[in-house]
């Protein structure tokens, strides 16, 4: 089913919308938008599991974190693969394979498409149709694109779709390299997001504390952006800038993880009476994990839009307490570091 709702706003609206009607969701503020739609449902699956959604870039420009539409599609939608162009920047996210795959195969393509969002679509949605285990035609000896067959044979119906269509499954599949044995994420940015998720649990399991819960939150927020920040480093930046942004994080994260283990805020949240200046020690570690969110949302846009990454973030009052910096010593000692 093909949907073409129109709006002059409210995208992300029109898009849930579209979605529910059909698998195929394309503004109609995106230029040639009937053309796109039509390319796009002769690649997409009619079994209802990949959703893609196209939107203008003015789309994101309000939108307060990156993934902050595609999160909103997930989380609306039936079908278990969200494919989403803003502008020629492209995003996916899965539950029938890993979302993190989805991604870098979405990353991989739009770099690889050079500005050429309908060709980088349909890459993108035939390779994670191949990946996932139950895509149609998996294990016949078409490598899984013989269930494009009936489309491609029944051509005068998908005139305006046919050249990109064919033109995509005539020359060599990009694959990228499967994420299972190369983790984007540097392993030791990798073990301070694992123990952030392990914090985030701490805090939203203690009950009748806001403060608590909106700490749980920006957690949960900050370790999602800290994997998104190097899946699109190393699908679109030079190595140099990996490098910086490992350095970076590495020295920001132990010493955040250090500030919201156990001992440290959440004790200052349940027993204050027990600190000197609670208060004080309280608003240092949620501004310095605001702050530290703030930037890397900062550092997807910089590396979105190709350009140098800028840290501008510092956590000087985090380094002024002894006990925090005690904590970091073995937490890098604990990792091996």
Request: net charge negative; no cysteine.
């Amino acid at each position: 089913m093909i949907s073409t709702t129109t709006s002059g706003s409210g995208w992300i609206d029109d898009a849930i919308a579209g979605l529910g009607a059909g698998d195929v969701y394309v503004s109609p503020d995106v230029s040639d938008s009937s053309g796109l739609t039509e390319a796009l449902t002769g690649v997409v699956p009619s079994d209802g599991s990949v959703a893609v959604v196209v939107l203008p870039k003015d789309a994101g420009i309000d939108s307060p974190y990156s993934t902050y539409i595609l999160e909103k599609l997930v989380g609306a939608t039936d079908q278990p693969t969200v494919v989403l162009a803003i502008g020629d920047d492209l995003q996916a996210a899965s539950t029938a394979i890993e979302s993190e795959q989805a991604l870098f195969i979405a990353n991989t393509n739009e770099t690889a498409a050079d500005g050429d969002t309908q060709t980088a679509l349909v890459e993108t949605v035939q390779q994670i149709v191949d990946e996932t285990p139950s895509a149609p035609g998996a294990g016949a000896g078409g490598g899984g694109a013989d269930w494009l067959l009936p489309v491609i044979i029944g051509g005068a119906v998908l005139v305006a779709a046919a050249g990109t269509a064919i033109g995509v499954l005539a020359r060599r599949r990009r694959k990228p390299e499967s994420p299972a044995t190369a983790d984007p994420v540097p392993p030791g940015i990798r073990l301070r997001v694992n123990r952030l998720r392990e914090l985030r649990s701490d805090y939203a399991n203690l009950p009748n504390s806001p403060t608590s819960a909106e700490t749980a939150h920006g957690i949960d927020t900050l370790a999602s952006h800290v994997e998104q920040l190097f899946v699109r480093l190393d699908a679109k930046a030079e190595a140099d800038q990996i490098v910086l942004a490992e350095a970076e994080y590495s020295d920001k994260l132990a010493r955040l993880v250090a500030a919201l283990e156990p001992d440290y805020l959440l004790d200052l949240l349940t027993r204050p009476d027990l600190w000197d200046a609670p208060d004080e020690r309280i608003g240092e570690v949620r501004e310095a994990l605001t702050g530290v969110t703030t930037q890397i949302v900062d550092n997807i846009k910089q590396v979105n839009a190709r350009t140098g990454l800028r840290f501008q973030v510092s956590l000087d009052s985090l380094i002024g307490r002894s006990e925090l910096r005690d904590w970091e010593r073995r937490f890098r000692q604990s990792s091996g570091e």
